[in-house]
């Protein structure tokens, strides 16, 4: 698992995204040294390692371009960098066009950019959600406004006017949206507290570990006040553009929007691993430990149960998102990568699940049947949503 940076001779990225993803590894309880950042080719490929690539318009060295055409067909991530994504396509090399860029933007560009690679390769984690909570009558601009801004940096945002579908059943949606999003982003606006449907997704964002992170003006409401320091953003009556507008209709001035964009990307890293390790008891626990002896991984979120008469192993995978068929395809090199050393009785992805009944369930399973892994590999290969009120693991409960 390791950093590969592309940049040009006398480019000075290296020593500043080195610093930055080692503060940020320190700042998770992470020894210094686990993400190293190389600017030579890697001995060691996998589907961890994330490849860098800072591109400005200009002619890519072909070593270069067949190192990274290497990587993609090797299934690692290749994140290329831009000054802007309003110009990607000529920015990047032809070869690079389709993959999803990150913009290098001032002044937070080097944590900005340490949060991505980290998600990634230490996480795994590629998509980037955010779930907007908000009161109509006294946010509705200001929510359409981040949401603009957001998707501009490639965000999946969720906004219930914008996101559910006539018809659905909008409870359900908003759990299932909000079981998978990294964080809410709330408005807190001052009567944010009286909306029933603003609870009832904090409350349930509460539940299913998601963290919470929130914007503040006027009178600070009770679920704001209970926040870290960190995790929000005061504003002031001169960080909205049009202040005389009703308060349904304000958005907020570039400078505040800034700083609002800035909170939400710090706190994404933080947010996905608080939610991973707050997984992993309640997936330890769920296995039978009269049975088992549990070690952990070669990974974070790795767990092997040891059957203490069988000495057969099952491999279970705690991830702190809904799976996805990469999600599939990466246990599927893993696994048949230790087949070479331990033989896996049974294979499991761990995850939080809002309704394991959603009948979306039923087409994951699907994938899931088409990605398992060749019979040496493991004899079975499975969901194990956890909702809080069963057991999801059949062989190790």
Request: with cysteine.
């Amino acid at each position: 698992m390791s950093i590969r940076l592309f940049e040009d001779p006398g480019g000075k990225v290296r020593p500043l995204l080195t610093k930055a993803v080692a503060e940020k590894m320190f700042e998770l309880g992470v020894p210094a040294g686990t993400l190293p950042v190389e600017t030579q080719p890697l001995q060691s490929v996998d589907r961890r390692s994330v490849y860098v690539v800072m591109c400005d318009g200009t002619v890519m060295d072909p070593k270069h371009q067949h190192e990274i055409e290497a990587g993609l067909r090797r299934g690692c991530r290749v994140l290329p960098v831009v000054r802007s994504l309003q110009f990607y396509s000529n920015s990047v090399p032809a070869f690079l066009t389709g993959l999803n860029g990150f913009q290098y933007w001032p002044p937070a560009a080097i944590d900005a950019l340490a949060d991505e690679v980290i998600a990634q390769a230490w996480l795994a984690r590629r998509n980037r959600r955010v779930f907007l909570s908000y009161r109509r009558s006294e946010a509705s601009a200001l929510a359409y406004q981040l949401r603009d801004e957001l998707a501009r940096q490639r965000y999946d945002v969720f906004l219930d006017e914008c996101t559910i579908d006539p018809g659905l059943d909008v409870q359900r949606e908003i759990q299932w949206q909000l079981n998978d999003a990294d964080m809410v982003l709330l408005l807190a606006s001052p009567g944010v507290g009286s909306s029933n449907w603003v609870m009832q997704e904090i409350t349930f964002a509460a539940w299913a570990g998601v963290a919470l992170v929130a914007l503040t003006w006027d009178k600070q409401p009770l679920v704001a006040g209970e926040l870290w320091p960190d995790q929000k953003l005061s504003l002031a009556p001169g960080d909205f553009a049009d202040s005389a507008l009703p308060p349904q209709e304000r958005t907020l001035t570039d400078d505040a929007l800034e700083r609002a964009l800035a909170l939400v990307n710090s706190q994404r890293l933080k947010a996905i691993h608080q939610r991973l390790m707050s997984l992993l008891p309640f997936a330890e626990s769920s296995i039978n430990p009269l049975k088992f002896d549990v070690q952990p991984g070669t990974a974070l979120g790795d767990l092997v149960a040891v059957n203490r008469n069988t000495s057969e192993e099952y491999f279970v995978r705690v991830v702190p998102f809904r799976p996805t068929v990469e999600t599939f395809s990466d246990l599927q090199r893993d696994l048949t990568a230790r087949s070479q050393r331990a033989r896996a009785r049974a294979a499991f992805i761990f995850y939080s699940e809002s309704n394991p009944t959603d009948p979306r369930h039923a087409s994951m399973r699907w994938l899931l049947a088409g990605a398992r892994p060749p019979s040496d590999a493991s004899d079975q290969f499975a969901l194990a949503p956890f909702d809080g009120s069963t057991n999801p693991f059949g062989p190790l409960a």
